[in-house]
């Protein structure tokens, strides 16, 4: 299985997870963290912006197409999007109660998301991107818990 040269899946993915942003935001739940050092703060936002572009279009993936072994993978692949997604939404829901600190969870779900998008798609660039939008987001997460 093959996609072109745009994931629409990811597309949609990605516009989703924005929107959740946008929508806690405007209700006053942003998780809006800053590292005091800088350095921290610029490769989050490398890993951030680079993994939805990452995600979207496969740039530096082999071949510039994103591709799957067979059908069972893709539908493995759509329905750990489909339950990572899910997951984000509910963690939302959870911390817009105030009830249950999930600050952690918000920011391991969009990195576990793009890890495996990087692994499933066979795209190096992404999760290697992941990895480090990963690593500097908990930082940031963690300074400010």
């Known amino acids: 299985m093959r996609f072109n040269w745009i994931n629409w899946i990811n597309l949609a993915a990605v516009v989703w997870l924005v929107v959740i942003n946008v929508i806690a935001a405007r209700k006053g ?3 809006r963290f800053h590292s005091k050092r800088l350095i921290v703060n610029i490769l989050e936002q490398i890993g951030r912006y680079g993994c939805m572009a990452l995600m979207i279009l496969p740039v530096f ?4 197409k994103f591709a799957f072994g ?4 893709m539908l493995i692949w759509i329905s750990l999007t489909i339950l990572l997604l899910a997951i984000y939404s509910f963690l939302w829901i959870k911390k817009a109660s105030g009830k249950v600190p999930v600050s952690y969870g918000l920011a391991l ?3 576990v998301l793009f890890l495996l998008n990087g692994i499933m798609l066979r795209h190096l660039a992404l999760a290697v991107t992941s990895l480090v939008f990963g690593i ?4 940031i997460v ?3 818990s």
């Open 136 to 139: 500097f987001h908990f930082l």
């Open 70 to 73: 067979s059908v069972a993978e």
């Open 142 to 144: 963690k300074e400010n």
């Open 109 to 111: 779900v969009p990195a």
């Open 29 to 31: 739940f942003s998780d």
């Open 61 to 64: 993936a082999s071949s510039w």
